[in-house]
């Protein structure tokens, strides 16, 4: 269920550090008996004994044996970057192990044109390695061990003979990551010019103020974290109809599964969820919920009304998320009961994502407003019309909903996902890799804007109470921290105020370079989460994201602890890699922890819920009983 942890904690084949020791000697050897060999072909020119011949060729035999061992690079006292190559094969298996692939090399880092013709700086390794400096590469380092291990079609470690090798090494790697991503060199002026003053903490970690981090409310004494002997078990597996496209988790009785066919039914129980039998179909009128034959499986849904509607949004266009509409599914009858269209000014729009106005709104019987996303718009909607009656669905072919406030940007932001916090604060992920912060009572301007790190993020998720965000990459996670301290010492959050020039640095959840290249050929991080709590004083405890066949956990309060061992011996923003592993032998569509409703008392958390295309899982963090 759980994978261990991948094997590569350390490089323990026959040329470890004690080998160079030995080599080292043998070359002295070697150049001892050279210089014995020259001596002694020296004096040979005046000398004819036997003696001196025998030990002539007693000299020339220890060379010759001496000399199969090294290479002229390898003897080579000015090799320029000298590394040892090690390449890991066997993957998860008993037999996995590292050996070795060059026994002495170089590596380099070269400036020339990529795939798209843009000039961008390669590692090079010996005749072995050529990788393009990304964040794809995973590198990750281990400077007690002079060591780094990274991805470039399968996984290659470098160990350096001296720690300022090694120190050298990684400095111009995030020099090189830097101009790759911003095209700009990495100098001060132009990290100032990417990230901006009050963001010092992200563009020089050493420095950064990490005080908030552990100023923040941590788990309480009673807490279970996901390490120990606790063990991932799975409570419940079953087949879910085919093509999977979303799930919907409740927190009363039901949860949803969006496939092909329709929206399937489940029972909401303390070890997962297990299905009613009970499927929604689509059809309406000969077609799919899309309004039209040729419309897609709806790809986002939303429940509403104490969780007895349900909103399903179909992207306009395959391949593109965007739609000028959603469906309203009554759960209760299994009828769509309206197609409800985007406008605004009297022009029909599309939107990119649908929330709900809060983390719990969803459980308001009364609720009949929800948040949209799109490119360049932020906004809510509401089913009721401008007096604040229900529309009439019966006299309307196609019921508009009301846009009760928002924004829509000129251009440039580039919107990609939202979520909203306990109060009906939101966060925004761009395609920039920005992240902004608005308060519950202005879309027009970000109270905060955090700058990217240069990767899109896909997906956003926010604690209850507003002090923690959670963005997702394709290669990490990035965690942010949003309290800080007001000029009166109150401490706030950054979606009610400018948050100053102490802002704490990001932490980054990463996949070691094994597990990220043994999660398969889609091995794009996505639908990263916390747990689900809807309750002031509630703290979620744990953090989750997809990965090809992986579902990745991470244990809140580890990850924010500043002492944790991970942390130690980094250059850079700090990067956890402890974590469990959910294996699956499809990729993941989506991974969930239920409503902490659902956590029983000997238990860390609520079950995590595993949807693949075909089946569906409800994984228990609480161990065997």
Not at 118 to 146: A, H, I
Not at 219 to 237: A, D, H, Q, W
Not at 435 to 443: A, E, F, N
Request: with cysteine.
């Amino acid at each position: 269920m759980g994978t261990a942890q991948s094997r590569e904690d350390r490089i323990t084949d026959s040329e470890s550090d004690e080998d160079y020791e030995e080599e080292e000697e043998e070359e002295e050897q070697y150049d001892d008996a050279l210089s014995d060999h020259q001596n002694t072909q020296s004096s040979s020119s005046t000398s004819t004994s036997s003696g001196t011949q025998k030990s002539l060729d007693d000299i020339d035999a220890k060379l010759k044996s001496l000399k199969l061992k090294y290479n002229s690079q390898q003897s080579s006292p000015n090799l320029k970057n000298p590394v040892k190559l090690y390449l890991h094969i066997g993957g998860n298996t008993p037999k996995a192990k590292w050996v070795i692939s060059e026994k002495l090399t170089s590596y380099s880092f070269t400036k020339e044109n990529g795939d798209n013709d843009e000039n961008c700086w390669f590692l090079e390794v010996g005749t072995k390695v050529r990788v393009r400096v990304s964040t794809e590469m995973q590198l990750k380092m281990f400077g007690d061990q002079k060591r780094v291990d990274f991805v470039d079609k399968a996984v290659w470690a470098l160990k350096f003979l001296r720690d300022e090798e090694y120190r050298n090494f990684v400095t111009q790697f995030q020099n090189c990551l830097f101009e790759n991503v911003y095209g700009m060199e990495a100098s001060e002026e132009n990290k100032v010019k990417v990230y901006g003053k009050e963001f010092i903490g992200w563009m020089k970690p050493e420095v950064a103020d990490d005080s908030m981090w552990e100023d923040a409310d941590d788990l309480s004494s009673g807490s279970i974290p996901v390490k120990g002997n606790r063990e991932l078990m799975e409570e419940f597996e079953e087949a879910a109809n085919g093509g999977v496209q979303s799930l919907a988790l409740g927190a009363l009785d039901n949860s949803f599964l969006v496939n092909d066919l329709g929206v399937q039914v489940y029972r909401n129980f303390n070890r997962g969820i297990h299905g009613k039998g009970i499927c929604v179909k689509f059809d309406a009128g000969g077609s799919r919920i899309g309004g039209s034959p040729s419309s897609s499986t709806p790809k986002k849904a939303l429940l509403m009304r104490a969780e007895t509607n349900m909103m399903l949004m179909s992207p306009e266009n395959e391949g593109k998320p965007n739609a000028t509409g959603l469906k309203q599914v009554d759960i209760e009858t299994g009828k769509i009961v309206t197609e409800w269209k985007f406008e605004k000014d009297g022009a029909d729009i599309t939107m990119r994502d649908i929330t709900n106005d809060t983390k719990g709104s969803q459980l308001d019987p009364s609720e009949s407003t929800f948040l949209g996303l799109d490119d360049n718009r932020l906004c809510q909607w509401d089913m009721r019309d401008r007096k604040g009656m229900v529309q009439n669905i019966a006299t309307s072919d196609s019921p508009v909903l009301h846009w009760t406030q928002g924004h829509q940007f000129s251009r440039g932001t580039n919107f990609q996902c939202f979520a909203s916090t306990g109060d009906g604060s939101i966060v925004v992920g761009s395609l920039d890799g920005k992240i902004r912060l608005y308060s519950k009572t202005s879309m027009r301007q970000a109270k905060t804007a955090f700058p990217g790190l240069g990767s899109p993020i896909t997906h956003v998720d926010v604690t209850y109470d507003g002090k923690w965000v959670l963005g997702t990459t394709d290669t990490y996670l990035v965690l942010i921290c949003t309290l800080f301290t007001d000029k009166d010492g109150k401490p706030k959050t950054g979606f009610s105020g400018r948050m100053g020039n102490k802002i704490p640095a990001p932490r980054l959840l990463k996949l070691t370079p094994l597990d990220s290249h043994l999660a398969g050929n889609n091995n794009k991080f996505h639908g990263g989460h916390f747990s689900w709590v809807t309750e002031n004083g509630k703290q979620e405890r744990h953090l989750v994201a997809t990965v090809g066949k992986f579902s990745v956990i991470w244990d809140f309060q580890q990850v924010k602890n500043s002492a944790h061992e991970c942390y130690r011996n980094q250059q850079g923003l700090k990067s956890c890699y402890c974590y469990k592993i959910v294996l699956k032998d499809e990729s993941i569509v989506e991974s969930r922890f239920m409503h902490d409703n659902f956590a029983v008392s000997n238990s860390p958390e609520a079950p995590l819920v595993v949807a693949t295309p075909m089946k569906v899982s409800s994984i228990s963090l609480s161990g065997r009983r």
